[in-house]
């Protein structure tokens, strides 16, 4: 599909944005283990998510739709507990997943079943082995192409000891799919991580009942637990706040405000880099919903310069970053984004695809291997882009086209439903 953005005259109002993708995976995966009843408010209908809850019923799990409004369902998740899970029937479908994929094979390392796991061609690109070798070194049995490097995966449950492990990567799904695994095995689990990553799973099980500590780039867990369901409210998401943040910044009559984001300081990445470029942001607290701190946030209009986005940022603003490459394009002065080879291997290669489609768009960017340097103040020309099926990027590409002064078509544009369902009509109502 093909959608075609303006940038409106002005640009003010106000965005709730669906619940949070990762913190939705989790809420359903982390479920599994403890029998019982569990609800989840607020569960965003991204085909992420969707690909994870149709996991978790595989094995046995029954999900109920208590309520939906749009792309919002209120979910009553029953969970058997351990004993009463049985082994997929068919093959799981991960789809666009990485969080899907990578999650649930840690908790199946545990589960006395055999399961595939595959993926669509994107997924099948990623790289596994950065969960494949750890799980194995537990002592999993899972097997995939290329040695185990790529899906799809199978794996053949059955009892794992917990390790001591330096991940080679900050990467929150490596991290959690590891936990998983850790719950189940005999002994503890100690992982150390050169930055530290989203901690919605360490949050969540701890909630749980868990043992577990974390500390900066620090995570022990004890299993043994008795762990018990928990019921959240999953907060809005940043990744899906991002695009109207950007848009508040960089339109030049603009004003928008986004209520109800999870501010997880492991999350907020693109808060500070932003603010460092001399972005009017306003951070109101809400307070705490599901065990994470919420607030509602307001961007408006602001002249930015360039800066440098490297080092703990990257973890924190990953998804994101693709957005920071829009702002250096508006910024005076040079935007360098290192430290980031971790984009190369996400839905698309993100540093090639972003820096492709951006300069389409007449920005200056080079290309480095861990990141890309952005050369700002030209402006922006209008074209046709693609999104390449990655649903970060039609979101960037449609930011961009917000605050364009041509006329902006984003080829494959239905990619945003893997996050963010409904994001055209919100921008056409956003954008009149
Ligand atoms: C995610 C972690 C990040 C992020 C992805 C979601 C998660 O990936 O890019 O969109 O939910 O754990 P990595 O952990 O591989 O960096």
Same mark, same amino acid.
């Given at each position: ?8 005259v002005?640009l003010?109002?106000?965005? @709730? ?8 995976h ?6 599994v ?6 609800r989840?408010?607020n569960?965003p ?11 978790v ?8 739709e ?6 919002r ?10 004993g009463?899970?049985h082994?997929?029937a ?20 545990g589960l ?14 990623r790289? #596994? ?8 070194? #537990? ?7 290329d ?9 053949q449950?059955g009892?794992?000891h ?6 080679p ?6 991290k959690?799919?590891?936990l998983?695994?850790g ?19 360490e949050r969540?099980l ?12 620090f995570?022990r867990l ?13 907060p809005?998401d ?20 986004v ?7 492991t ?9 460092h470029m001399?972005?009017?942001? @306003?951070?109101?607290?809400q307070?705490?919903?599901g065990g994470?701190p ?8 602001s002249?930015l ?5 490297g080092?703990?940022l990257?973890p ?7 957005l ?15 430290d ?12 090639a ?19 890309m ?5 030209q ?18 590409l449609a930011?961009?086209?917000l605050v364009c002064?041509?006329?902006?078509a984003?080829?494959g ?6 996050s ?13």
């Amino acid at each position: 599909m093909r959608e075609t953005v303006t940038a409106p005259v002005s640009l003010a109002g106000e965005i @709730t944005p669906l619940g949070d993708k990762s913190i939705a995976h989790r809420a359903l995966l982390l479920n599994v283990l403890a029998e019982g009843t569990a609800r989840v408010e607020n569960f965003p209908r991204g085909r992420d998510t969707l690909a994870t809850l149709s996991s978790v019923q595989a094995l046995g799990v029954a999900v109920d739709e208590e309520s939906r409004l749009d792309y919002r369902s209120t979910f009553v998740v029953r969970s058997p507990g351990l004993g009463g899970l049985h082994e997929p029937a068919k093959v799981v479908d991960a789809r666009n997943s990485g969080t899907t994929l990578r999650l649930l094979i840690g908790l199946l390392a545990g589960l006395p079943f055999f399961t595939v796991v595959a993926g669509d061609r994107s997924l099948q690109r990623r790289p #596994m082995g950065r969960i494949v070798q750890p799980l194995r070194l #537990m002592g999993a049995n899972v097997w995939g192409r290329d040695g185990g490097e790529h899906a799809p995966l199978a794996i053949q449950g059955g009892s794992l000891h917990g390790i001591s492990y330096d991940l080679p990567v900050a990467s929150a799904q490596v991290k959690s799919s590891l936990l998983l695994a850790g719950v189940l095995a005999q002994g503890p689990t100690t992982l150390r991580e050169p930055l530290s990553s989203r901690d919605h799973t360490e949050r969540m099980l701890q909630a749980m009942g868990a043992h577990l500590r974390g500390e900066a780039g620090f995570i022990r867990l004890e299993p043994g637990a008795a762990l018990h369901s928990l019921s959240i409210a999953i907060p809005g998401d940043m990744s899906g706040a991002a695009p109207w943040l950007l848009a508040g910044v960089l339109h030049p009559h603009a004003r928008i405000t986004v209520r109800g984001v999870g501010v997880n300081p492991t999350r907020t990445g693109l808060l500070d880099a932003l603010r460092h470029m001399g972005a009017r942001l @306003t951070v109101a607290s809400q307070g705490d919903q599901g065990g994470e701190p919420v607030a509602d946030i307001i961007a408006e209009s602001s002249q930015l310069h360039g800066v440098e986005i490297g080092g703990e940022l990257v973890p924190r603003a990953i998804d994101e970053l693709p957005l920071l490459a829009l702002a250096g394009a508006f910024a005076r002065g040079r935007t360098l984004i290192r430290d980031a080879a971790e984009l190369r291997v996400k839905e698309s290669d993100r540093v090639a695809t972003t820096s492709l489609e951006l300069s389409r768009l007449g920005v200056r960017i080079e290309e480095r291997p861990d990141g890309m340097v952005i050369y700002g103040g030209q402006g922006l020309r209008g074209g046709t882009v693609r999104s390449h099926g990655d649903h970060r990027l039609a979101l960037l590409l449609a930011t961009a086209g917000l605050v364009c002064q041509e006329s902006v078509a984003i080829e494959g544009s239905e990619a945003v439903d893997v996050s963010y369902p409904g994001f055209w009509s919100d921008l056409h109502r956003l954008a009149g």
